[in-house]
């Protein structure tokens, strides 16, 4: 079990080695181009992703080379995907910014015209051309890149000769910056898995071991006896010390032994007792060495990219919340001495158009993220699927929590329930059965989603329970904020929800009126929730929104702010806690662009 464990860990890493490198050498040769694009489930064909052609009526079928876990990479929200390579021999796909790499290769034949004659890939003619990443051949897209002249084709060339070099020369200076201790925990994981090949290929070559005819020829001084046999490899005599059974006289006697037949211990002689040979304790050390070592670099890899993606958010978090704000956060200064107060008397505090700009110089505020917003939602297209059932959630009336299905699937679960009902399954047939008619893989992975199991049931009941309960009574109570809001999507993470960015419905400093929205273009964000997708796993999408609207915010904002989102009649639920923006220094805007899109 441990080497073919080992041997299939060794030809995965070759298999993955060998795809990275096909990988680097097609993004160091060609550029990136943006595609509308649409993802579909795992068939009986397997995953397949549907590209916008780079001229009108054109459509590119890929078959991405990713796990179940990284598929909802090719079905973020935004509807589009970056592509590098060929598409008669295979490229790169990534989410816009290029962070997350897939490799894909084309779909010819009978199915590449079944999926280009789908109705979802259809519906890639009516969307929005992409804006095109640096480095694109073009600035265009869709058929515009068709009729583009021969002098622009020739300038295309040439830029994308020099991002090509620019790509090249940034790999090349990223690994001489690289450190000498990165990638230890990966050939921590090789030579475990070595190790546990070499163990595997000892213990079946024992199992060939020849049985040969000792004659016992006196004692040696240790009490051994010392034997005569006919080596079976080289047909040669040989002497030496053997573990008889029992006392020896002088008289001669018969026994039978076992002779090595792999390794630097091949011809050692031994019993049945697997005594008179070192062969056996290499073998189990080299197979727990090497389980060992691979259990400690996954464990060590693992934590090193948890670690690392945890200090990179809290970086950004830092920035981007400052320290605790009020419900109603201040506004930033405009720099004139009044204190916040714009100079066109909205209270907004930005009106000279300086504070609503990151040091960066994009721009934060109403106007120009509910642009982004309606550009993503353009992108996106139409819903394919339907949204998940909402359950009887109504505003003044108590409602259990395990009775909306949101909550439930929040809660896990169904995830708990999947991984503890196969243990127990599989512990009720070596109950009733015997544990012998059970296969020892089986049992195995029932152990594995025993322990998987109570992790995350006893993190169900001591949080993600009580927040779903936080939860239910947040979105039936009466106590209501109206607020502007802008759903946006952050690129740079597909496996994250939809952001609903909060902007206030009345003049700064005032209670908003629930009737009453503000026209002002130019305010500033005070608040962000990230909710929970709404749609089902093959379109976690479906039911969002509009890009821009009203929202009521049921809850508490107090010590662990839980408010729901309340969007013409239907409640989204929160995935995180509601986040108030420290709008008073431009560290807090800086932070906000982070979460704004890239070329898409």
């Known amino acids: 079990m441990l080497g073919g464990l080992g041997g299939a860990l060794l030809i995965g890493g070759a298999t993955v080695r060998h795809r990275a490198r096909r990988m680097l050498r097609v993004l160091g040769t060609r550029p990136w181009t943006a595609h509308s694009s649409v993802a579909l489930q795992r068939g009986t064909s397997g995953a397949a992703v549907v590209l916008g052609g780079p001229a009108a009526g054109e459509l590119l079928p890929l078959t991405p080379h990713a796990a179940q876990w990284r598929f909802p990479l090719l079905n973020g929200p935004t509807g589009v995907l970056w592509w590098c390579g060929d598409a008669r021999t295979g490229g790169v796909l990534a989410p816009p910014g290029g962070t997350e790499l897939i490799w894909a290769r084309p779909v010819r034949g009978r199915r590449a015209r079944t999926l280009a004659a789908g109705p979802q890939a259809a519906g890639l003619h009516g969307r929005l051309a992409p804006r095109q990443p640096q480095g694109a051949p073009d600035g265009t897209a869709g058929p515009a890149r068709a009729t583009a002249a021969p002098a622009v084709a020739a300038s295309a060339v040439a830029a994308s000769a020099v ?135 996954g464990v060590g890899g693992v934590t090193r990219l948890v670690v690392s993606a945890r200090r990179r958010r809290e ?137 998987a199991g109570c992790w995350s049931a006893w993190r169900m009941f001591r949080s993600a329970i009580p927040l779903a309960r936080r939860m239910a009574r947040a979105a039936t109570s009466l106590e209501s904020r109206t607020r502007r809001y802008v759903l946006l999507f952050d690129v740079n993470d597909a496996n994250a929800g939809p952001l609903l960015m909060l902007f206030p419905a009345g003049v700064a400093g005032e209670e908003p009126d629930p009737g009453v929205v503000a026209d002002g273009g130019d305010a500033l964000p005070e608040g962000l929730l990230r909710i929970l997708p709404p749609g089902p796993d093959k379109c976690p999408w479906a039911g969002l929104p509009a890009a821009t609207g009203t929202v009521e915010l049921r809850g508490r904002l107090d010590e662990e702010p839980v408010v729901v989102a309340w969007i013409e009649g239907r409640a989204y639920w929160p995935q995180d806690p509601y986040q108030a923006i420290d709008r008073s220094g431009p560290e807090a805007l800086e932070a906000v662009t982070e979460l704004l899109p890239g070329p898409m």
């Open 315 to 451: 970086k950004r978090d830092a920035a981007l919340y400052g320290p605790a704000a009020p419900t109603a956060p201040a506004v930033a200064d405009s720099g004139d001495g009044t204190d916040g107060e714009a100079a066109d008397g909205t209270g907004n505090g930005a009106g000279d158009g300086a504070a609503t700009r990151s040091s960066g110089g994009s721009r934060v505020d109403y106007a120009a993220l509910a642009a982004t917003a309606e550009r993503q939602a353009g992108l996106r297209g139409p819903d394919t699927a339907k949204p998940r059932a909402t359950g009887d959630v109504r505003a003044g009336q108590a409602v259990t929590w395990w009775r909306v299905p949101m909550l439930r699937q929040a809660a896990g679960i169904t995830r708990t329930s999947g991984l503890l009902g196969y243990t127990v399954v599989i512990a009720a047939l070596c109950w009733f059965l015997g544990a012998d008619t059970v296969p020892g893989g089986p049992r195995a992975a029932a152990v594995l989603t025993g322990i």
């Open 163 to 297: 991002a090509a070099s620019a790509v090249t020369a940034r790999s090349t200076a990223a690994r001489r910056r690289r450190p000498w201790w990165r990638g230890t925990f990966r050939w921590v994981v090789v030579v475990g898995c070595l190790l546990m090949a070499l163990a595997t290929s000892w213990s079946v070559a024992s199992e060939n071991d020849p049985l040969v005819d000792l004659t016992v020829t006196g004692d040696s001084a240790d009490g051994r006896c010392l034997v005569r046999w006919t080596d079976p490899f080289d047909g040669r005599t040989r002497t030496g010390p053997f573990h008889c059974e029992g006392p020896r006289g002088p008289v001669e006697g018969w026994e039978t032994g076992f002779v090595v037949s792999y390794g630097p211990f091949k011809g050692d002689l031994y019993d049945s007792e697997l005594r008179g040979t070192s062969a056996v304790t290499a073998t189990d050390t080299a197979g727990l060495g090497g389980l060992a070592l691979a259990a400690v670099g």
